[in-house]
């Protein structure tokens, strides 16, 4: 199959491709933590990926959009995510206000075992936009779960970043090609991706 005859499952089956509408909207923001900026687990790019979250946040606040922010927590001395070291806090950039809920996660998935789905629900919205770290792994998992929990997602790819990775034969797959294989494969049936807070104009 050529570039020019690529399509996505979106698109054969006519879904629309426009991102969740800001009155619509709950804005899910996940594990924008200190980890990926200063701890073990830095990412490829993390600080331009903080600042279109950034963006992001300031857009969704301006329009009144319900914002949910998610971290990570592993056990107290873990290596990394220590919930009672720095690297567990939230990015100051980016972190809550006020009535912004907070939800603590153990697994990648954001859902599980969690109350994000009745905390997001209670919103009254039926659309999710997400960002945050790491694509292909909290991300990715979110996404997939979102959709399941009945959720049309947008996910705003320069607001989320991801690292270097063994390939498990010796070699190494550079973050930027994780990246777009992870987002190329979210779009095809499963999310709006749009590159940042300009797609609402």
């Given at each position: 199959?050529?570039?020019?005859?690529?399509?996505?499952?979106?698109?054969?089956?006519?879904?629309?491709?426009?991102?969740?509408?800001?009155?619509?909207?709950?804005?899910?923001?996940?594990?924008?933590?200190?980890?990926?900026?200063?701890?073990?687990?830095?990412?490829?790019?993390?600080?331009?990926?903080?600042?279109?979250?950034?963006?992001l946040l300031t857009l969704a606040?301006?329009?009144?959009?319900?914002?949910?922010?998610?971290?990570?927590?592993?056990?107290?001395?873990?290596?990394?995510?220590?919930?009672?070291?720095?690297?567990?806090?939230?990015?100051?950039?980016?972190?809550?206000?006020?009535?912004?809920?907070?939800?603590?996660?153990?697994?990648?998935?954001?859902?599980?075992?969690?109350?994000?789905?009745?905390?997001?629900?209670?919103?009254?919205?039926?659309?999710?936009?997400?960002?945050?770290?790491?694509?292909?792994?909290?991300?990715?998992?979110?996404?997939?779960?979102?959709?399941?929990?009945?959720?049309?997602?947008?996910?705003?790819?320069?607001?989320?970043?991801?690292?270097?990775?063994?390939?498990?034969?010796?070699?190494?797959?550079?973050?930027?090609?994780i990246q777009r294989g992870v987002?190329?494969?979210?779009?095809?049936?499963?999310?709006?991706?749009?590159?940042?807070?300009?797609?609402?104009?």
């Amino acid at each position: 199959m050529t570039t020019q005859t690529a399509k996505t499952l979106r698109q054969i089956v006519g879904a629309p491709n426009t991102p969740a509408p800001l009155d619509k909207a709950v804005l899910v923001l996940i594990d924008l933590q200190r980890e990926y900026t200063e701890g073990a687990l830095r990412l490829s790019g993390v600080d331009a990926a903080v600042g279109r979250a950034a963006e992001l946040l300031t857009l969704a606040r301006a329009n009144a959009v319900p914002v949910i922010h998610i971290v990570h927590h592993t056990a107290a001395g873990a290596p990394v995510f220590d919930p009672t070291g720095p690297t567990a806090e939230i990015i100051l950039a980016v972190s809550p206000r006020e009535g912004e809920p907070v939800i603590v996660k153990k697994l990648a998935n954001a859902f599980a075992g969690t109350d994000l789905q009745a905390v997001a629900r209670a919103t009254g919205r039926t659309e999710m936009i997400v960002a945050g770290f790491m694509t292909h792994n909290c991300v990715s998992s979110t996404v997939r779960s979102a959709v399941d929990h009945g959720w049309r997602v947008t996910v705003v790819a320069s607001a989320t970043a991801t690292r270097d990775l063994p390939d498990g034969k010796g070699g190494v797959v550079p973050a930027a090609d994780i990246q777009r294989g992870v987002l190329t494969g979210l779009s095809d049936s499963l999310a709006v991706v749009v590159e940042d807070a300009r797609a609402w104009g």
